[in-house]
């Protein structure tokens, strides 16, 4: 048994598939005679046309960024085109029969190698762009996990060291009942992917990959953050058991998915999905959300194959409005940053702490044409339809931290819509709204609570920042608890101030689908929760089970605790009097 971070909860049992940074095809045979020329002609296929997105890549990010943003496709070219690095890959094919994508894992592996102990920040960019490239012919390579793993028998289990957007893309419609991963956290990528699907998942598993292969039989308990290679009879048994209970559970309380969430006492609350893409849409109108409380527009650019332009934009924000619970949908602008990188908008290595640096609307504003092309497809999209007569667009900005900066914000949405009524292109009116995910914006939000009309709480990184903890850091992660006292204080202060003022707060990070923090959240007088859809029915559940007197008690008891173990003590034993059926659901952290 290993033992990592619970992530998404659940139980499941399936078959391992191991990912590493090049999709390679587990157990393939040597390849010989003819069967090596294909793959020769695999590579030279899969490379030429890597060429040409780069030079397209380079044309529109120039065009819409900069020349120095462009600058590193070159780059990307002249690895494309490296004699020494083609000659390492084609031996590798030729001499010793393995697959191209086989090579691209051996050839990063070396290079990792030879750089990695220089210690030398450009040596170390160049094997970031090496990655870029690989990734890049991979995705050409490969049909990946459809074709990869067809051959395994029944669901199966992805294992990474991290999940990554463009990886996330190869799965296609693979039916992944369960992730485990290396590296992250309860807010990784691999994280919000697999509560995004509701399946279990745990993260930070550290060596992981080296302890499982392609084919092994794995355990994933997402509610303990517990992982089991190759388990007995027994405990596979007992495993397969709670899997089947979990399932029924969620089966059980999908009932709800077309009744309006009440509390018990009858206050209608708004339960909102957060979502990636028009596939979460459906998951949410399925799950009962009301509307998109959160589109994370980064990942339509972190799985473009190269940049998107303004009129794909527009097509991507129409279809997602189509597709959102009653054309309610509020767009978060890029939050590219931090964890989350495009090679056209530079690398992050040299800041010591790239979460508290030139991220989000920090780096929106370093680039205000490319921010622009963005605010424009948004207003576009929002634009009245017939189709969509009570359609809803709300515009939110990221990593907000004064008033200077929502000063800026209006007068570029307001450039842009000045440009789009030149330009004689329809457009709509759209909310403006501000994340809370800054501490300093939460301690003045009572001075900038009069320049926005509404505002989500991004809990993920305002209890890091608060906390001044690295969730990521597997040394501080404990500290990043989202019923820490200092963090539901402050929750509760930022609450208030919106309420007062009568503007519409909504909570969009992670906590708002955890059912310990809901009631605490209802206490403190929020009415709207935006959460991953498959969370959305567990909520609506025990919304009926709670009455406002109830959670405002549970909130007055928990303001008076000074731990969060206390805390979450408490919290267990209330839920466990009003609903008692969602325990299975609750995650060891």
Request: with cysteine; aromatic share 4%.
């Amino acid at each position: 048994m290993r033992r990592g971070i619970a992530v998404s909860p659940g139980v499941t049992v399936g078959t391992a598939y191991c990912i590493h940074e090049v999709f390679v095809k587990p157990n393939a045979e040597k390849l010989v005679g003819p069967a090596i020329v294909h793959e020769l002609a695999r590579f030279e296929n899969a490379r030429r046309r890597s060429i040409d997105d780069v030079r397209l890549l380079q044309q529109k990010v120039q065009k819409q960024v900069g020349k120095d943003a462009a600058a590193i496709f070159a780059v990307h070219e002249t690895i494309l085109q490296d004699a020494a690095l083609v000659g390492k890959v084609r031996h590798w094919i030729q001499h010793e029969g393995i697959s191209a994508q086989e090579a691209l894992s051996r050839l990063l592996d070396f290079y990792k190698r030879v750089l990695s102990g220089t210690g030398d920040e450009y040596l170390q960019e160049r094997i970031d762009d090496l990655r870029d490239v690989i990734m890049r012919l991979s995705s050409y390579l490969s049909e990946a996990l459809q074709q990869d793993s067809g051959a395994l028998d029944g669901p199966i289990i992805v294992v990474a060291d991290e999940l990554l957007p463009s990886q996330v893309v190869m799965l296609g419609t693979r039916s992944v009942n369960g992730i485990v991963t290396q590296a992250g956290s309860q807010t990784s990528h691999a994280a919000i992917i697999a509560r995004s699907r509701g399946i279990p998942a745990v993260s930070g598993v550290s060596g992981i990959l080296r302890q499982t292969k392609t084919g092994d039989t794995i355990v994933v308990d997402g509610r303990e953050g517990h992982v089991i290679i190759n388990p007995d009879s027994e405990t596979e048994a007992a495993y397969r058991k709670l899997e089947r209970e979990f399932v029924d559970l969620r089966d059980q309380l999908a009932h709800n998915r077309d009744l309006p969430c009440r509390t018990a006492d009858g206050i209608e609350l708004e339960i909102l999905a957060n979502i990636n893409g028009v596939g979460d849409c459906r998951n949410a109108t399925a799950m009962g959300a009301c509307g998109v409380g959160l589109y994370r527009t980064e990942y339509l650019y972190l799985t473009h194959p190269s940049v998107p332009d303004e009129e794909e934009q527009v097509e991507n924000y129409r279809a997602v409005l189509k597709a959102a619970p009653n054309h309610q949908l509020t767009i978060r602008t890029l939050d590219i940053g931090g964890d989350k990188t495009v090679p056209f908008l530079g690398r992050n290595h040299r800041e010591a702490n790239p979460f508290m640096g030139w991220r989000s609307i920090r780096l929106s504003f370093e680039h205000p044409e490319f921010f622009s092309t963005q605010i424009r497809a948004i207003l576009r999209a929002a634009a009245p339809s017939r189709a969509m007569p009570k359609a809803r667009v709300q515009l939110l900005f990221p990593m907000v931290t004064n008033l200077e900066e929502l000063r800026r914000l209006h007068a570029l949405v307001n450039r842009n819509k000045q440009a789009l009524r030149q330009q004689k292109k329809p457009y709509g009116e759209v909310a403006f709204g501000m994340m809370v995910e800054v501490p300093a914006a939460a301690v003045m939000m009572d001075q900038l609570i009069g320049a926005v009309d509404f505002v989500s709480i991004g809990s993920n990184d305002l209890v890091q920042y608060l906390m001044a903890a690295d969730r990521d850091n597997p040394k501080v992660s404990h500290l990043c608890q989202p019923l820490a006292p200092p963090v539901l204080r402050v929750l509760s202060n930022v609450i208030g101030i919106c309420s007062k003022a009568n503007r519409s707060v909504t909570l969009c990070g992670e906590m708002a689908g955890q059912p310990l923090a809901f009631m605490l959240l209802l206490g403190m007088g929020l009415r709207r929760f935006s959460m991953s859809p498959h969370f959305v029915p567990s909520i609506k559940e025990l919304a009926a089970h709670i009455t406002i007197e109830q959670s405002e008690a549970i909130l007055k008891k928990c303001l008076k605790q000074t731990t969060t173990k206390k805390i979450k003590s408490l919290l267990k034993d209330q839920l466990l009097k009003v609903a008692p059926q969602l325990e299975p659901l609750l995650t060891e952290q």
